[in-house]
């Protein structure tokens, strides 16, 4: 395994039993380093002291242009907490959490006090399906994704505040598939979000912990040295959109995460619920591909709003069946720890 990807190889049998309280803490944060966050920027710090861990924004790695309100930041930061928490449970640990404990400008997002007292588990039991979990942007099959699946997928979200709305009908994903043509075309046809992007856009054979990987978007290795270059000079958004409208019109489902609020605590949680859906998908074989652009413009915020009656749409999903992808590379621990 490639030293990019060796965060990934994290082994359940090398949690340290017999080892410090702050070796324990640090093992479970290999798996919290593991979250998805967009386009895998990894936007995190990480702290340990005595019992307690806290979960630090880092906006050196926010996207001024992409994400003016760090919205996919804060996201981000719930699927790192959920991940924190099924390890945590997995090795019997009770925890106590705060989301924002300094405030809502504060810069940490949560801190996890814990302790050896084992509490009844809070998430469904999908510790192994972490080192599991990626995004996966090839096409999909065209096979329906079973009923009695997308209902399991429907129960990790649909609770108070929070919904989550499957379209498998062909007049929804064109819908859906539009928007997103749409956003595209308003991202990539901008030249200061389209650097901002290409600034995370990797050669295959790069050491870099971060970023996207040309392989991620089906580039060989030769085509992924031009893909920073292309992205960041050229306007490749009628393409792209082409690409994306036509993957997800032949997906057999789409999904759309959606809440009651808006601020960054709604986005922490609505990031938690977001990551026990994702690792359930992933156990069920069912693949996700990621879009937030219709949500980060707007007028396509509000005509996903008006067309599916919901107040809040975060993140836009393509569901179904595919071959699995590669992972991206993500940061050690070590790499993100600070005192």
Request: net charge positive.
């Amino acid at each position: 395994m490639s030293n990019k990807l060796a965060a990934w190889d994290v082994q359940e049998a090398d949690f340290p039993s017999t080892g410090t309280l702050f070796d324990q803490l640090k093992f479970l944060l290999r798996y919290a380093v593991l979250a998805p966050s967009g386009p895998n920027t990894q936007p995190w710090k990480l702290s340990i002291k005595d019992n307690e861990v806290s979960l630090i924004a880092d906006f050196a790695r926010s996207l001024p242009s992409l994400d003016p309100t760090n919205r996919t930041m804060y996201l981000s930061h719930g699927c790192l907490l959920a991940n924190i928490l099924i390890a945590a449970e997995h090795f019997g640990f009770g925890y106590d959490v705060k989301c924002l404990p300094d405030g809502p400008s504060g810069n940490r997002s949560a801190s996890i006090k814990f302790n050896k007292m084992a509490s009844e588990p809070r998430f469904p039991n999908l510790f192994q399906e972490i080192t599991k979990r990626h995004t996966n942007r090839k096409p999909y099959e065209s096979r329906a994704i079973e009923a009695e699946k997308l209902e399991k997928l429907k129960s990790c979200v649909d609770r108070q505040g929070f919904r989550l709305d499957i379209i498998t009908d062909d007049e929804g994903k064109n819908t859906m598939a539009d928007i997103l043509a749409r956003s595209q075309k308003i991202q990539l046809g901008n030249k200061e979000m389209r650097k901002e992007l290409a600034n995370w856009i990797r050669p295959n054979t790069s050491n870099a912990k971060d970023g996207l990987p040309g392989y991620s978007f089906g580039y060989s290795d030769f085509e992924s040295y031009l893909g920073k270059f292309i992205f960041g000079t050229f306007d490749m958004s009628s393409s792209r959109a082409r690409v994306e409208t036509a993957n997800m019109i032949a997906a057999p489902a789409v999904a759309i995460l959606s809440t009651d609020s808006d601020d960054r605590l709604t986005w922490i949680k609505a990031g938690i619920l977001f990551e026990t859906l994702f690792l359930k998908a992933t156990g069920l074989n069912v693949m996700f591909d990621l879009f937030s652009q219709p949500v980060a413009i707007p007028e396509l915020r509000q005509e996903m709003s008006q067309r599916l009656n919901a107040k809040y749409p975060q993140l836009l999903i393509r569901m179904g069946y595919a071959q699995p992808s590669k992972h991206t590379p993500r940061r050690l621990v070590e790499e993100v720890l600070i005192p």
